[in-house]
């Protein structure tokens, strides 16, 4: 299975921006899919943006125009720039990577993400 690595989390206040890294082990990282999921306090788990290994993108109806989804094949990373960050924004944030024919996949440690003034 591939590893993965997330980082860049932190406080920042309402109106800011971070730019969350998963980094990953493996030599066909390319082939995955690749998403970042939130989980706050009391709630489950969600999915807030994911990538194939197209580059085709997908986001959640509460982040579409704030948050960026990227990939560096090369480098064996994805990026999430997430700008405007409220409030509500808050939770700790894991990476995942899967084949494009399975569900589960790996997951990251997580990286916590607090917007507060």
């Known amino acids: 299975q591939v590893q993965l690595v997330e980082s860049g989390g932190g406080l920042v206040q309402p109106g800011g921006s971070l730019r969350l890294s998963c980094a990953a082990s493996?030599?066909?990282?390319?082939?995955?899919?690749v998403g970042w999921y939130r989980q706050a306090p009391g709630k489950q788990r969600e999915l807030v943006a994911d990538?194939?290994?197209?580059?085709?993108?997908n986001y959640a109806d509460s982040v579409k125009g704030r948050f960026t989804i990227s990939r560096d094949n090369a480098k064996n990373t994805v990026a999430l720039q997430m700008n405007s960050l409220k409030p509500e924004d808050t939770a700790v944030y894991y990476c995942?990577?899967?084949?494009?024919?399975?569900?589960?996949?790996?997951w990251g440690q997580g990286t916590q993400v607090t917007v507060s003034a």
């Open positions: 990538i194939t290994n197209a580059g085709n993108t």
């Open positions: 493996g030599s066909i990282f390319s082939i995955y899919v």
């Open positions: 995942n990577a899967r084949f494009p024919w399975a569900r589960g996949g790996s």
